[in-house]
């Protein structure tokens, strides 16, 4: 081997062992590149997963907060229907008492509701109609010193209950406004009673 071939030897060995070094750095730092990468893409799958639980959760409270507000909007519509049907149902059973048990609430009513001064008692036609003797003298009996009633002729426009008008300011007293201005506290009633 001549001194050109050793040469040449020389290069090609040196060039070998430097392109394995190459190599082998590439590799290297291939490697690392790949276990960051994939410590990069796990941490990215975990912050996705962490995300959608969050959205998840967060859906889920909204879902369950909706089905217990709509939940308590039933219930209490369906305590209020209740509500509205025991005060159709007193109403009905007001209007539906014997006459003497009918008159006897009015009567009170009437009493309760008199104001000083000579005033006027207005009923619907058919309480009119069947208005019992001597009933709005009894009223008076009860009203004493400074207070009267009479009767009017022509019937009222109202359901049942009476309307009182004392110069020309009218009064009503019929069962659906006596319920209505105490609402509140029957109202509070029922609900003792029907929950």
Same mark, same amino acid.
């Given at each position: 081997?001549?001194?050109?071939?050793?040469?040449?030897?020389?290069?090609?060995?040196?060039?070998? $062992?430097?392109?394995?070094?190459?190599?082998?750095?590439? @590799?290297?730092?291939?490697?690392?590149?790949?276990?960051?990468? *994939?410590?990069?893409?796990?941490? !990215? +799958?975990?912050?996705?997963?962490?995300?959608?639980?969050?959205?998840?959760?967060?859906?889920?409270?909204?879902?369950?907060?909706?089905?217990? %507000?709509? @939940?308590?909007?039933?219930?209490? !519509?369906?305590?209020?229907? %209740?509500?509205?049907?025991? &005060?159709?149902? +007193?109403?009905? !059973?007001? #209007?539906?008492?014997?006459?003497?048990?009918? =008159? !006897?609430?009015?009567?009170?009513?009437?009493?309760?509701?008199?104001? #000083?001064?000579?005033?006027?008692?207005?009923?619907? *036609?058919?309480?009119?109609?069947?208005?019992?003797?001597? &009933?709005?003298? @009894?009223?008076?009996?009860?009203?004493?010193?400074?207070?009267?009633?009479?009767?009017? $002729?022509?019937?009222?426009?109202?359901?049942?209950? =009476?309307?009182?008008?004392?110069?020309?300011?009218?009064?009503?007293?019929? =069962?659906?406004?006596?319920?209505?201005?105490?609402?509140?506290?029957?109202?509070?009633?029922?609900?003792?009673? %029907? &929950?």
């Amino acid at each position: 081997m001549n001194g050109i071939d050793k040469i040449i030897e020389d290069i090609k060995t040196e060039s070998e $062992a430097t392109a394995s070094e190459i190599v082998s750095q590439a @590799s290297k730092k291939a490697d690392t590149i790949k276990a960051a990468a *994939k410590i990069d893409a796990d941490a !990215a +799958v975990a912050k996705i997963r962490s995300e959608n639980e969050r959205k998840e959760a967060d859906a889920r409270t909204r879902a369950e907060s909706a089905a217990e %507000l709509h @939940s308590r909007q039933s219930i209490l !519509a369906k305590k209020q229907e %209740l509500i509205t049907e025991t &005060f159709d149902e +007193v109403r009905k !059973a007001i #209007n539906e008492l014997p006459d003497d048990r009918y =008159f !006897a609430i009015i009567g009170k009513m009437a009493v309760n509701e008199a104001q #000083n001064g000579e005033g006027r008692i207005c009923f619907n *036609k058919n309480d009119l109609a069947r208005l019992p003797e001597g &009933f709005v003298e @009894s009223i008076n009996a009860k009203l004493g010193e400074g207070r009267k009633l009479t009767t009017v $002729a022509e019937p009222a426009d109202i359901s049942d209950g =009476f309307v009182l008008i004392y110069e020309g300011i009218e009064q009503n007293c019929t =069962f659906d406004a006596e319920l209505s201005a105490r609402k509140d506290e029957f109202q509070d009633r029922i609900r003792e009673i %029907l &929950f």
